[in-house]
């Protein structure tokens, strides 16, 4: 176990294997687990569906479909904080049923949308109090391949209110070229700040190569509003690519993870309705590793 202590003036990080080896102690506390994410190797796609799930059983899908048909369980080796909790990795997929009915507003038929959210997310429950730190890590699927003509968003943690996102991570051609100016590969994964920001913020960005998993951690000051990005690859341990920043994080709200693809088309469209998205479509986003903890002491989980 690593963990990083930061704030405004100085950054430095224990590793506990390190001390292990010089003092023979037992290796320091593990950081406080809000949310853990990671599935056991008997969930089924079904479970998805039963209020039990541990991710919202009922947001967000197509509205005639179920957690069913769109959650797989690929074989591909699991990612490395999924392999202390013997976890397995999660496919979440779209196809042209991935049409998503919001309460009190239209079809969004300009969208393909399969997104997992914590169940125990209510807007303003403990993950989104005091600094917390939000994990994943994702890889292509070759059977599944994205287009990478669209814009995707993968992850993102929208606020309470739905009016915008604190944090949103992209891969793909951005759907406005200005609101990315910084973004000249539509191949990489791109971890933004508040979306209501014009243009995008982009803190950091990395080229999405297929086959390995890609692994990031983002920290959320909820009131110093502090952002701090993470990244590694496969088993490393991650490492500090960005911030501590500033980012407006007030609003709460929940966590998202799976794939929302934009559709293309001119600028100046209602991308919630309009716009091309391609017939027969069979995408999808392998994950692991997905959990969220308390970082109020400054801790973060670095490797497993
Ligand atoms: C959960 O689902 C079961 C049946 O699958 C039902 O009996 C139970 O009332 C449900 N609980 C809640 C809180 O909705
Ligand atoms: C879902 O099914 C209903 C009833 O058949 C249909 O009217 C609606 O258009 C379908 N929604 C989508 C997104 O296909
Ligand atoms: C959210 O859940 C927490 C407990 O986890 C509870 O204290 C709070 O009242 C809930 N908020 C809403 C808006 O339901
Ligand atoms: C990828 O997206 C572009 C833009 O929407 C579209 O023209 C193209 O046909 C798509 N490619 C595939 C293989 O679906
Ligand atoms: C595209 O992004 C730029 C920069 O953020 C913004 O000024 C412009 O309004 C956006 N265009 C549209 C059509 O949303």
Request: charged content about 15%; glycine content about 8%; overall charge negative.
């Amino acid at each position: 176990m690593s963990c990083e202590r930061n704030n405004r003036w100085a950054l430095f990080c224990i590793v506990a294997g390190a001390i292990t080896g010089v003092l023979g102690a037992p290796s320091s506390k593990a950081c406080k687990i809000l949310f853990d994410g990671r599935l056991a190797l008997s969930v089924q796609p079904a479970d998805f569906d039963k209020n039990s799930s541990i991710y919202d059983h009922q947001f967000v899908h197509g509205e005639n479909q179920t957690w069913a048909e769109i959650i797989k369980f690929p074989v591909v080796a699991p990612s490395m904080f999924d392999i202390p909790k013997l976890a397995k990795p999660v496919e979440v997929t779209i196809n042209d049923q991935s049409i998503f009915l919001p309460g009190g507003g239209p079809l969004q038929t300009g969208f393909r949308r399969s997104e997992l959210i914590p169940a125990t997310n209510n807007g303003t429950d403990i993950t989104v109090q005091g600094t917390t730190t939000f994990h994943w890590s994702l890889r292509t699927d070759p059977f599944r391949p994205l287009n990478f003509s669209h814009e995707y968003h993968p992850v993102w943690h929208e606020t309470a209110d739905f009016s915008t996102s604190e944090i949103t991570f992209l891969t793909g051609k951005p759907f406005n070229q200005s609101f990315d100016p910084t973004v000249h590969n539509p191949k990489t994964l791109r971890l933004a700040g508040r979306q209501s920001n014009s243009p995008e913020t982009t803190f950091f960005q990395t080229p999405f190569d297929d086959d390995i998993w890609h692994n990031f951690a983002v920290t959320l000051g909820w009131t110093s509003n502090e952002l701090t990005v993470f990244y590694s690859k496969d088993n490393a341990p991650l490492q500090r690519v960005a911030g501590p920043s500033f980012n407006d994080n007030s609003g709460g709200g929940q966590f998202h993870v799976g794939l929302l693809k934009e559709p293309t088309g001119p600028l100046g469209i209602d991308v919630l309705t309009q716009g091309f998205q391609e017939s027969h479509l069979n995408e999808g986003m392998i994950f692991g590793g997905v959990f969220i903890e308390d970082s109020s002491d400054g801790c973060v989980t670095l490797s497993p």
